[in-house]
């Protein structure tokens, strides 16, 4: 049966009751280690981006492949839970990729090669022989320095500066495997005690409620305005500020996301200065999520980075102390599998900045061919080499398909009766609410479920479309939705909006 | 001058007090974040194999790149503080590196060119095409499932199978950014509060201590017994159990390291079963760090699996819950900076197993081309494909060396008065111990430093050899020495030894 024809199955072939976990606690504790003597920090972390959702999805792909699954109405899985681009069909940028290559590949087989030049063009050839310099003997084979490669640090501070307007030098930059190992070092270095306290958006990406739970330490959820467009107002961190101070808490950090995951919206200036001022005023150290910088959708709208505005405001914003991060695994790269990506510190204490490279060190160095990938990432081919033309056609076609169908969700969601959603400006989301059923809402409760989850197994096991519950990202009280990127192609996309549609219909009447 | 000629410098221009950290905690908490309000569990982390010796080093390092090192007495930095084989020369191998770069390329400008046939050879163009299929349209670009491409963990699985004679699964391995990565994963799992012990060898490789800190857990450390070969006694396993418990501490797990690292020994079946009935008996979870399986050198020794002995004990250690873990760091490939690698999981309770399973969904997944890596690490070109005679000639090379250089450091080391060392049967280093003058012990714990980092520091500064202080092992009370690779040329390793030998008759000299 082709995606095409996928039609929703009768109401009496839904399950009755979604699973909360695939495996249960293990009952007497006949082993060692057990749900009782295990971390119970790491138990009640959630990661809902790869949660139980997600897991029921491979379960039904595996039955896909071996034919068990041919009952089903549908024949694959549209994977919409996490934003991996290529996964779904995005192509690798070819100049990157080549000179990738040429950095693995011995000389004598690579850029020494009497036929090199008719696989690689000749800027990548020399690129890959200046990167290949800059590693060092050792190349991608060997263990680099703590924070990563110099000249790669390099390359990412000159970014940086011309990003800004601000210099910024490599010594303060870490190279690390994803955006991910980075926040997980910094929140390591800064929360000290369960009395710890951080201000995180609601919703967030859930990287940050779970690593302050396995850090045993308080998340202070600032709620966005879903009805402002997900805005940071000064009033809703002052609210989470208070909250923990009451609650005895120290807050000690304040994150943000920008754009916006899983909201897809862009902070204007105005808005960055509101938040600078306020973490100065309380003394908060910044944390600046900035993994979708080049992931600006909408026209009038562009990113400014909190340095900068941090920068620009003077003596207003001297004591801020901050950490930015940036991924290839976003922007028009999309390279998650490579796992590369960097930190940059501003104004971080010299010794708090040496005990985060001791942990960075336990860790040895980031993945060398992902530090390679963050340099080409931040010195792309440039108008007059050889390989530009083509950098810049593969990348205006990304950031055009993103651009189209960031609206063709947004809209077709839109259009949803008991549908509403904010504009995906930004990053690579729609996060739509969704009125469900009281009758739905009570018969999950009474599972101990969130409805939201309910609603996203049956939408995955009526459609083979597979999103993320908002109840994983935090929402206001009384909210239901779920978080879906917009990476597949139109096509499927269009087929995909049609299917939630459907199934809203559907799951709206059964639960009448 | 060149490194063939380097002399040791005048007594006088030596350090007067080798600094113990490069940056001082800060004074006034001027800042938000600071040595005060960071991570206390942090600040006590210590990880000697990157510490301040190291640094040191790199400082040096940048001082005779930059010309500023003209006074000094060498002109190079022989890194043999770290097991990192290709930044001192090992070359990698052809076959993996070939399939490595067609996995990166675009199809069209890699597998499918019409001229791939000149660069690669088709057993490598074969493979890639094998590999880009089990990886699914998203090639090295996508995140992969949480665990690891499924292929590359059947292979792994088959290749544990082959190994040790008993079936094992892919469902029970999980792909890592190196072994780091994933012994960071267990214990943070395994740790559930600060009233709970790991033994854990000593001398050790410091990840476990590193880790165990920041956990805030407790290091039971066994010591190993030097002069039998650094063996693992039942007794030394008990004394660290008794004196844990009459801490009020709860031990959970036993670490092993085989080969041994930085002891170079190789635990025989024997030893391994004792360790594995003490496991038993105690209720331990094992956790075996295998990561240098193919690194034994000593003609009539061979590597056993913990896994293999146990499944082979039957009966007696049928409740054995274990985790071991391996790396293409190390072995015959060297290649530490791709960061593969993976943990199997044996007997492990689902539930514990499912929660591993979270925690390293919130990292996404170990980075794709290591992960490729290590599918190639265990499954190399076989007798009659067109790149085994190149990959059997590489290996036996680097076998080969190996196994020449353990020989010449040992001898070399052994030949010097004040100086043993045990054989380096195994793995990369040696571990000699070196008899320091008392003047020289007193000097350095009137400094707070330890006797044997001021012995280090004094090494680098004088012959720019740059060893880890056995302090940052662990040691038995009143034994000083260092850790070093046998990893550079036989050339370089050969005036190494001249110039320990040197530098060791100076020191005692001074502080006669």
């Not at 991060?325 to 010299?350: Q, V, W």
């Not at 839109?414 to 009281?438: H, K, Q, T, W």
Request: hydrophobic share 40%.
């Amino acid at each position: 049966m082709s995606a095409a024809s996928v039609a929703l199955p009768p109401e009496s072939s839904w399950p009755a009751a979604p699973r909360a976990q695939l495996v249960q606690p293990s009952a007497p504790p006949a082993k060692v280690l057990t749900s009782a003597s295990m971390s119970q920090a790491l138990r009640t972390m959630q990661y809902a981006v790869r949660g139980s959702v997600v897991q029921r999805a491979e379960e039904i792909e595996r039955q896909l492949a071996s034919g068990e699954g041919a009952a089903l109405p549908f024949d694959k899985i549209v994977f919409c839970n996490i934003g991996n681009p290529q996964a779904v069909g995005q192509k690798p940028i070819t100049f990157f990729r080549q000179v990738l290559a040429l950095c693995d590949l011995p000389a004598e087989s690579g850029v020494d090669h009497p036929s090199a030049s008719l696989l690689f063009p000749p800027d990548a050839i020399a690129r890959a022989r200046e990167m290949r310099a800059a590693m060092g003997p050792g190349g991608t084979g060997a263990y680099s320095t703590t924070q990563g490669v110099s000249r790669f640090r390099e390359d990412v501070a000159s970014f940086i500066s011309r990003r800004d307007g601000h210099a910024c030098e490599g010594r303060n930059v870490f190279l690390a495997n994803g955006a991910s190992a980075a926040i997980r070092m910094v929140l390591t270095a800064t929360v000290s005690s369960a009395d710890d306290a951080v201000l995180v958006p609601i919703p967030q990406y859930p990287i940050y409620s779970g690593l302050l739970s396995l850090l045993g330490a308080h998340q202070a959820g600032y709620m966005l305005d879903e009805a402002q467009n997900w805005a940071v107002t000064v009033e809703c961190l002052q609210a989470a500020y208070d909250d923990a101070r009451a609650a005895g808490k120290c807050p000690r950090a304040c994150v943000i996301i920008n754009p916006g995951n899983p909201t897809g919206n862009v902070l204007s200036r105005d808005v960055l200065e509101t938040v600078i001022a306020f973490c100065v005023a309380h003394r908060l150290v910044l944390m600046a999520d900035e993994v979708y910088q080049e992931n600006v959708h909408e026209p009038g709208l562009s990113f400014v980075s909190a340095r900068k505005v941090a920068i620009e405001m003077g003596e207003r914003a001297r004591a801020l102390e901050l950490f930015s991060f940036h991924s290839t695994s976003k922007g028009l790269l999309g390279e998650c599998g490579k796992r590369g990506g960097y930190m940059e510190l501003h104004n971080i204490d010299p010794y708090v900045q040496s005990q985060i490279f001791k942990l960075a060190s336990s860790g040895l160095c980031a993945a060398v061919p992902g530090q390679a990938l963050t340099s080409l990432m931040v010195r792309p081919p440039v108008e007059g080499e050889p390989s530009h033309e083509l950098y810049a056609r593969e990348t205006a076609d990304i950031r055009q398909a993103l651009a189209e169908r960031a609206r063709l969700l947004v809209d077709g969601l839109r259009a949803i009766p008991g549908f509403s959603c904010n504009d995906a400006s930004g990053a690579m989301y729609a996060f739509p609410a969704v009125e469900l059923p009281p009758k739905a809402v009570e018969h999950a409760r009474a599972q101990g479920l969130a409805p939201d989850e309910v609603y996203a197994v049956s939408l995955l096991e009526s459609t083979g479309i597979c999103v993320v519950p908002a109840s994983g990202f935090g929402q206001a009280a009384g909210r239901y939705g779920f978080r879906t990127t917009f990476l597949p192609s139109t096509d499927e996309l269009r087929r995909a909006v049609r299917h939630i549609a459907q199934h809203h219909e559907a799951f709206c009447q059964r639960y009448a």
